[in-house]
């Protein structure tokens, strides 16, 4: 089944967006365009309410107009100008005969503007930059433009990736557009489609589900009546149940089908079901693996770990080393369920990845490496090898934690004797996600 993107973006760059797309296989596009920004909200509304969408592409203006919109979960990709995009803008306005500065910039990462200024030599001095954040308005960065011009003299120009600014500049201040040329674009609609993939991949793994009678006055009439109860609930339809011997029932199906189950691994009602018809405490793990086998060992050890707890409760394992736990009986009764997962999370987890334009795997991902690294600093090259992700992205991911405030800028090193010295970082991610809700989690590997 094809993969089905929602991408939104303003009316003058359709075409850029479809040239970008052109190389895109298996993957359909559904468009939301718009012609002015306090359009989008209501479009974006009426778009979801009427397509189904594996995913979700947008610049950071339609991304933070829509966000709340969108639903937990979905795969997010945000579009931002990089240093290519801003370098070959200016080479366009070099060729009108502008010059490359005095320049006043909007949207940009102040971080691409300083690289950019850097690798061309530049003149720091004669160069404005106003980074983006969601609290600007169209006439906050008009203003900034016409301020810049007031101070570097008619021989300054603008580069601005809003068509709102453009159009009101135009014909009064000499204007560059800094949009993301097409490659910019098509890497994003990859990653993101490769995201989507390998969410469906994952949702496609096996997994197996052990539930054990823990305390009954009578195990085996206890064993039986579980073992039925499981048959006999709607959402373990697809799944192969058989009875594991003397307390346990061994239950084994897709992985998207216990992620439905558990309510993404929030809670097992089946555990409260069988209290009260059964008048027995059941535990129960799951485990998730490269092999059945894998899967019912890793079970096992969720279960045991369950049976320590001293109310009915559940663990998943996974063999990547990632645990959550305990999901209670219901969903009001979790007490403090793991946060580091990679696939579905929790409200706080959602509203941060939100808030800074992020998938909530990804920033579940960046909260365990937080957690591991205990407050040590990390380069962005050393970043992209713990997430398995490509230098560029890393450096990518990097800007987009920056303007969200999720990491600080502390210090450098030099890892090649001939190389520039390399920015470290310290994650902020725990501490957001503080701010975001109360939660306490641990870790452990397997």
């Given at each position: 089944?094809?993969?089905?993107?929602?991408v939104?973006?303003?009316?003058?760059?359709?075409?850029?967006f479809?040239?970008?797309?052109?190389?895109?296989?298996?993957?359909?596009?559904?468009?939301?365009?718009?012609?002015?920004?306090?359009?989008?909200?209501?479009?974006?509304?009426?778009?979801?309410?009427?397509?189904?969408?594996?995913?979700?592409?947008?610049?950071?203006?339609?991304?933070?107009?829509?966000?709340?919109?969108?639903?937990?979960?979905l795969?997010?990709?945000?579009?931002?100008?990089?240093?290519?995009?801003?370098?070959?803008?200016?080479?366009?306005?070099?060729?009108?005969?502008?010059?490359?500065t005095p320049?006043?910039?909007?949207?940009?990462?102040?971080?691409?503007?300083?690289?950019?200024?850097?690798?061309?030599e530049?003149d720091?001095?004669?160069?404005?930059?106003?980074?983006?954040?969601?609290?600007?308005?169209?006439?906050?960065?008009?203003?900034?433009?016409?301020?810049?011009?007031?101070?570097?003299?008619?021989?300054?120009?603008?580069?601005?990736?809003?068509?709102?600014?453009?159009?009101?500049?135009?014909?009064?201040?000499?204007?560059?557009?800094?949009?993301?040329?097409?490659?910019?674009?098509?890497?994003?609609?990859?990653?993101?489609?490769?995201?989507?993939?390998?969410?469906?991949?994952?949702?496609?793994?096996?997994?197996?589900?052990?539930?054990?009678?823990?305390?009954?006055?009578?195990?085996?009439?206890?064993r039986v009546?579980?073992?039925?109860?499981?048959?006999?609930?709607?959402?373990?339809?697809?799944?192969?149940?058989e009875?594991r011997?003397?307390?346990?029932?061994?239950?084994?199906?897709?992985?998207?089908?216990?992620?439905?189950?558990?309510?993404?691994?929030?809670a097992?009602?089946?555990?409260a079901?069988?209290?009260?018809?059964?008048?027995?405490?059941?535990?129960?793990?799951?485990?998730?693996?490269?092999?059945?086998?894998?899967?019912?060992?890793?079970?096992?050890?969720?279960?045991?770990?369950?049976?320590?707890?001293?109310?009915?409760?559940?663990?998943?394992?996974?063999?990547?080393?990632?645990?959550?736990?305990?999901?209670?009986?219901?969903?009001?009764?979790?007490?403090?369920?793991?946060?580091?997962?990679?696939?579905?999370?929790?409200?706080?987890?959602?509203?941060?990845?939100?808030?800074?334009?992020?998938?909530?795997?990804?920033?579940?991902?960046?909260?365990?490496?937080?957690?591991?690294?205990?407050?040590?600093?990390?380069?962005?090259?050393?970043?992209?090898?713990?997430?398995?992700?490509?230098?560029?992205?890393?450096?990518?991911?990097?800007?987009?934690?920056?303007a969200?405030?999720?990491?600080?800028?502390?210090?450098?090193?030099?890892?090649?004797?001939?190389?520039r010295?390399?920015?470290?970082?310290?994650?902020?991610?725990?501490?957001a996600?503080?701010?975001?809700?109360?939660?306490?989690?641990?870790?452990?590997?397997?």
């Amino acid at each position: 089944m094809a993969i089905v993107i929602g991408v939104v973006t303003h009316s003058t760059h359709g075409q850029l967006f479809r040239d970008a797309a052109s190389t895109l296989r298996g993957v359909d596009l559904e468009w939301v365009s718009y012609d002015h920004e306090d359009e989008i909200r209501a479009k974006v509304a009426a778009f979801l309410s009427s397509t189904r969408v594996d995913g979700f592409l947008a610049g950071p203006v339609p991304y933070t107009e829509s966000r709340e919109l969108l639903p937990p979960g979905l795969p997010v990709g945000v579009i931002r100008s990089s240093a290519l995009d801003l370098t070959l803008a200016l080479y366009r306005a070099q060729e009108r005969g502008w010059g490359r500065t005095p320049v006043s910039i909007d949207t940009f990462p102040a971080e691409a503007v300083e690289a950019v200024a850097t690798a061309l030599e530049l003149d720091p001095d004669a160069i404005e930059c106003l980074p983006y954040s969601p609290t600007q308005s169209v006439e906050d960065i008009v203003e900034f433009h016409r301020s810049a011009y007031e101070r570097f003299g008619d021989r300054s120009y603008v580069i601005s990736v809003r068509a709102a600014v453009r159009e009101q500049l135009r014909g009064q201040i000499p204007i560059m557009s800094g949009m993301p040329v097409p490659a910019t674009i098509r890497t994003e609609l990859h990653e993101l489609a490769l995201r989507i993939e390998s969410d469906r991949a994952s949702a496609q793994r096996f997994a197996a589900g052990v539930f054990l009678i823990s305390r009954s006055p009578d195990e085996e009439r206890a064993r039986v009546g579980l073992m039925n109860l499981l048959l006999n609930t709607p959402e373990f339809a697809g799944a192969w149940i058989e009875d594991r011997g003397r307390r346990g029932v061994v239950v084994f199906a897709h992985k998207a089908l216990f992620e439905r189950v558990t309510r993404n691994w929030v809670a097992v009602p089946a555990l409260a079901e069988a209290a009260t018809a059964l008048g027995a405490q059941v535990s129960a793990g799951f485990g998730v693996g490269v092999s059945a086998r894998n899967c019912v060992l890793l079970a096992e050890q969720a279960a045991v770990r369950a049976e320590l707890e001293d109310e009915p409760c559940a663990y998943l394992i996974e063999d990547s080393g990632v645990i959550i736990g305990p999901m209670g009986p219901k969903t009001s009764t979790v007490r403090e369920a793991l946060s580091f997962s990679y696939r579905e999370h929790g409200d706080h987890v959602e509203q941060l990845a939100k808030s800074v334009g992020l998938s909530a795997a990804t920033v579940s991902r960046l909260a365990a490496l937080d957690h591991e690294l205990e407050g040590r600093t990390i380069s962005p090259g050393e970043l992209a090898d713990r997430l398995g992700i490509t230098d560029q992205s890393g450096r990518r991911l990097i800007r987009t934690l920056d303007a969200g405030g999720l990491v600080s800028v502390e210090g450098t090193a030099q890892h090649h004797p001939k190389g520039r010295p390399s920015r470290l970082y310290r994650l902020r991610i725990a501490q957001a996600l503080k701010g975001h809700q109360p939660w306490s989690s641990t870790a452990a590997r397997s």
